[in-house]
């Protein structure tokens, strides 16, 4: 088991309000670069999500609950029929999505239970959760040609971790960029 985190993240580390949904004044800098740039499988995720579980919080699970059901095709195919826990304290009810549960207990508690790859997407707060307890495997980050200047920045508060770079690859306007913690 493996545990991943993906983020879309602008070149001076701002991983908040990627698609301007979160009415932040420098949010939707993903979507700058066009729809295109945060089309299909980006963090090339492929199988993964067909053997591996998403680990969402609530405020990303409702976006995506949102956006997600009504699509079609290979990427929305495949989120849409992966299996999806969500760590939240005040959803009851997760039916809005396909696969979706809610989450029970202690969140490291779970992850170190899970023996599927546990992916997490966006989910700033859940990412630093695990990474502070050591379980972070991977971060596969989508780094856009952006400064914003403000917002939550992805590394800020980390405790300090030297990461092995295992690739880097352009992919539209971004580069995503592999590291692993082990």
Do not use: C
Request: proline letters at 3%; aromatic letters at 8%; glycine letters at 12%.
């Amino acid at each position: 088991m493996s545990v991943i985190v993906v983020e879309f993240v602008t070149l001076d580390g701002v991983a908040e309000d990627p698609d301007g949904s979160g009415g932040t004044a420098t949010g939707g800098w993903a979507f700058r670069h066009g729809p295109e740039a945060v089309a299909g499988d980006k963090f090339r995720l492929g199988a993964k999500l067909d053997t591996g579980v998403l680990l969402l919080g609530r405020t990303t699970w409702e976006l995506f609950a949102k956006l997600w059901p009504g699509r079609t095709g290979e990427f929305p195919d495949r989120l849409n029929a992966a299996a999806k826990l969500v760590a939240s304290r005040t959803l009851h009810d997760v039916s809005a999505w396909q696969n979706s549960e809610l989450l029970s207990g202690d969140l490291v508690d779970a992850v170190r239970r899970e023996e599927r790859d546990v992916i997490v997407i966006g989910s700033l707060g859940i990412a630093r959760e695990l990474a502070g307890h050591g379980l972070v495997d991977e971060y596969r980050l989508l780094v856009f040609p952006s400064l914003v200047g403000q917002g939550r920045r992805w590394f800020e508060g980390s405790a300090p971790a030297d990461l092995r770079l295992v690739s880097s690859t352009q992919v539209g306007a971004g580069v995503l960029s592999t590291y692993r913690t082990r």
